[in-house]
């Protein structure tokens, strides 16, 4: 578990130590997060986390977005319908993934810190808007959708209702006929041409 006590410092013992609270995140959940634990597995002493993060959440936040730094590539299928869909498949089946584990875990956990809270809502609007500009724009381009579209809250409209359902049903995924579902009678209706 722990890793060998080594000297180590700036970005890489930065990197050592948000990837073993991003191990720990994902095996003990958030209420399971420590310094101490972090520390052992980092293979440094508390003094070294705490002089970068005050406190369990900012490093649980911190870990997150390390964890999650890999946005969603856009698909390029050459069709709008096919490239939401492709996106929204991808959203589905990554909700099981750790990086989506820990979110909720977090966000459950970071509730009495209201400036960690907006982190991570801000963390998962930005890395959420990227691949749906990313299509819509190809899509006007094609003249598959209209330029109001570009809109973020217009582009991200079949993310937003793929998420109230994870919400209001208590979800981690739902059948692939409800994302058919989301672009053919909400998301295309409304971007189209």
């Not at 390390?66 to 089946?93: Q, V």
């Not at 500009?133 to 006007?140: F, G, H, Q, W």
Request: charged letters at 25%.
């Amino acid at each position: 578990m722990a890793t060998p006590r080594t000297r180590r410092r700036g970005t890489e013992l930065a990197e050592a130590i948000l990837r073993a609270a991003a191990t720990e995140l994902a095996e003990t959940g958030y209420p399971g997060l420590t310094m101490e634990r972090v520390a052992q597995r980092a293979g440094t002493n508390k003094n070294a986390i705490y002089r970068r993060w005050p406190n369990r959440a900012a490093l649980g936040v911190a870990a997150y977005r390390h964890l999650a730094a890999d946005t969603l590539d856009p698909p390029d299928t050459g069709s709008l319908r096919e490239d939401a869909l492709a996106l929204l498949r991808a959203i589905n089946c990554g909700q099981t993934s750790p990086a989506a584990r820990v979110l909720r875990g977090l966000l459950t956990g970071v509730g009495d810190e209201p400036q960690l809270r907006e982190q991570l809502h801000r963390h998962a609007v930005e890395s959420g808007t990227k691949p749906w500009l990313a299509i819509v724009e190809r899509a006007v381009a094609r003249g598959e959708a209209s330029p109001r579209a570009r809109r973020p809250r217009v582009a991200t409209v079949a993310l937003d209702l793929l998420r109230h359902e994870f919400l209001t049903r208590g979800l981690t995924t739902v059948d692939d006929a409800v994302l058919v579902e989301l672009v053919d009678e909400v998301y295309l209706p409304l971007v189209g041409a």
